[in-house]
């Protein structure tokens, strides 16, 4: 997204009279990763978590976790309610962004403050190059702020490196990527796999939809079967014994049992003295989980806790019947750290025989830094947004890079409530471009960004590096209602707001 130049002075709400956002979508319509999905995918976050505070699900949406056709359609309408459309330039694929201003890339690394004045805007301006997706010519405009709403799940995929000889190249079947297999017509998706033995490469939310789509195509005559790294907590609900998970993880009295970025000594001590409950909490969900999938039975127990898979923004919904197709044998679960590619098929490394398949899917996920990273035209910002690989990405509120001016990044950090997390984060950004707050000096954010690497690290451990605000929605959010002058405590009275689940509709007002 793009701003015009020298419309922004007093702009209050991004839609407002004295304000002309541009924005570029490569696509022919709005929808993201909601645009086409695998045919059984449905929301992974209960509806009432997932939501605009300000545009709630319409009655006749009944299911917790909406479908893939129901939650396009909540985008739709929302986009039609508040006359967004009118904004977007479809089929406009941004190719490269330059900045161009008074200061020379080497003289931004001795400013103070951000742009040279903590201010939104500056004396520069940022060049985009827009290509037309029907007759590829291309366009560079100006605008006095960029703001990247690439995202992190689609794009570029992440295809795993084999040694030589050991590559998708020497394989008889067809490999292809889950990204491939979701852009399908659902028809031609079946058939691709209808009468095939497929191997799916991974266990997050992509591969276990595919998996169990093979597997009602195919029965045990032909199994699916699953290749995994490390077992992980997917949830078949969000209610452990009948009470929901919301009152372990999304009310402020969840956030008192962990160590907090930036708090004080209090909080510190209390977290410390809570920590056998966070255990507890923790304990629970996974007996729940382990008893109701049977996961012992499977050799499916992950080795780390529920805290740290929550906490990474890991944690995902199961397909009904995924585990009862398991029992069945039409999915066959196999670990596998490393693997390389045979004639037959695939050859786990430390066994002999080769996995014999027709076909492999690799839900190994995007490389969501590297799409991020290759848009910009300076090697030096690129470098600066990738960082130190021991670290998350720098972003402060999880928008801005104190070394990047005149430029914010929405929906690069994940949460457990995606499209919520992003509208306050708009909201927030709105704000500082209207003026209401400055941005800290950049020696100031840094360090604020390093207290959130160090929570990061310690719950989440090997996962750190996936950009997520973990189990903290609340104490997030605080911060940007605090920047924005809001009133952090949305609930009525002190019993509500130390153990109601906090959702989107307490935003819907500042």
Known sequence: MGWQPAHFKGCLLPLSATCH?????????????WTKTVE????????????????????SVNEVFPTQPQVFDYLQSYAGHFGLLEHIRFGCKVVGIDYEGMAAEAEMEGWEVWGGT??????????????????SSTEVHQ????ILCVGRFSGIPNIPEFPEGKGPEVFDGKVIHSMEYATMDFEAAKQLIRGKRVTVVGFQKHALDIAMECSLQNGVENPCTVLYRNEHWNVPDYNPC??????????RFSELLVHKPGEGFFLSLLATLLSPLRWGFSKFVETHIKRKLRLAKYGMVPKHSFLKEISSCLISTVPEGFYDAVEKG????????????????????????????????????????DKLK?????????????????????????????RIPQLAIIGFSESISNLHTSEMRCRWLAELLAGTFKLPDIKDMEKDITKWDRYMKKYSGEYYRRSCIGALHIWYND??????????????????????????MDYAHP
């Open 242 to 251: 009948g009470v929901s998970l919301a009152y372990f993880y999304f009310n």
């Open 40 to 59: 059984t995918t449905k929301l992974q976050t209960p509806k009432q978590f997932y939501q605009f505070s300000d545009f709630p699900w319409p009655n």
């Open 374 to 402: 290759d848009i910009f035209a300076s090697q030096t910002f690129q470098e600066q947004l990738v960082g130190s690989p021991h670290k998350t990405v720098s972003l402060y509120r999880e928008c801005i890079h104190p």
């Open 21 to 33: 956002p541009v924005v570029f979508e490569a696509k022919t319509t709005i929808g993201g990763v």
């Open 143 to 146: 605008f006095d702020f960029m």
């Open 330 to 369: 039409s999915i066959i679960l196999k670990k596998a750290p490393s693997f390389g590619f045979c004639k037959q098929g695939i050859l786990v490394d430390g066994e002999v025989e080769p996995l014999k398949t027709d076909m492999v899917t690799l839900a190994t996920g995007f490389r969501g830094l």
């Open 118 to 135: 903590g201010e939104a805007f500056g004396s520069g301006k940022w060049s985009v190059a827009v290509q037309d997706t029907q007759s």
């Open 479 to 504: 911060q940007l209602c605090k920047d924005m002058g809001w009133k952090p405590k949305r609930k009525k009275g002190f019993i509500a707001e130390l153990f109601e689940p906090y959702v989107p």
